[in-house]
C-alpha cells in the first residue's frame, strides 16, 4: 500500500515528535518490563523513526509488510535487522524483551479475529516480564466520515499534497489518498487506500487478555489516541 509513496512518507509525517515519543516509550519500558534485557521489536515499523532514537536504550529490530518502506529503514538504521511479515501471522522463532506497535498502525489488522491473532502473535514472541505496548486507532465513536484532511510538503524542488475525505464501511474506516507530487521532472497523480478496523476498548483489553497479559490503559498516550501496555507475567 506504500509502494508509491514510501520515498515521501516521512516527508509527509514530519510534523511528528519521533524523538519525544520514543522517550515516553522509553520511560513505560523502564516502569513495566521485567524481563531483565533489552532486544525490542517494532511491529508496523514503517521507515524505522522511532527506532532511529530507540537505538540508543535497546538492541533494536522491526518488521513490516511493506518491502518499500522497510527499504527506507535499512538505509536508516544498517545495523538493525528488519523482517519483512504480516503482524497478523508472524513466525520469527524468537523472542523479545519489549514489542511496540505504534502510529496506529494495529488497526490495519482490520477485524476483531486478526486484532486477537495479531496479539497472540506478539505475546508468543514477548519473554517472561516483557511488555507489549499498542497505540490504538481510532474507536467507533471517534472516526468522524465525511471530513476532509490534506497534508502538503513544500521544498524548493519538490511539492507534495496528499488529501481524502474520511469514510465508513461498518466497522472499517477508509481513507483514499490522492497524491499530487511535482518536481523538475514532471508532476505524478497517484491514489493509494487505507482501511484500518474501528476497535472498541474492550475488543483491545480482550485480546490482550486472552493472549495472557496484565493490562494497563493509558488514555491519553503519545497523541493523544491512548497506549494499551500488555506485561507478561513472570
Known sequence: MYNQSAQFYDLVYGYKDYAGEAQAIHKLITQYCRSGGNVLLDVACGTG????YLQEFYAVSGLDLSAELLTVARQRLPGATFYEADMVDFDLGVQFDVIICLFSAIGYVQTDPCLW???????????????????????????HPGTAHATFVDQPELKVARMTVSEQEGSLS????????????????FTERHELGLFTQDAYMSALREAELDVIFDPDGLTGRGLYIGVKPM
Do not use: C
Request: zero cysteines; glycine letters at 8%; aromatic letters at 12%.
Open 49 to 52: 523513526r522511532h527506532l532511529d
Open 117 to 143: 491473532q495479531t496479539v497472540q502473535g506478539m505475546s508468543r514472541h514477548l519473554k517472561p516480564g516483557g511488555v507489549v505496548i499498542v497505540e490504538p486507532w481510532f474507536t467507533p465513536e471517534q472516526w
Open 174 to 189: 477508509r481513507n483514499d489518498f490522492h497524491w499530487l507530487v511535482a518536481t523538475p521532472a514532471g508532476i505524478q497523480y
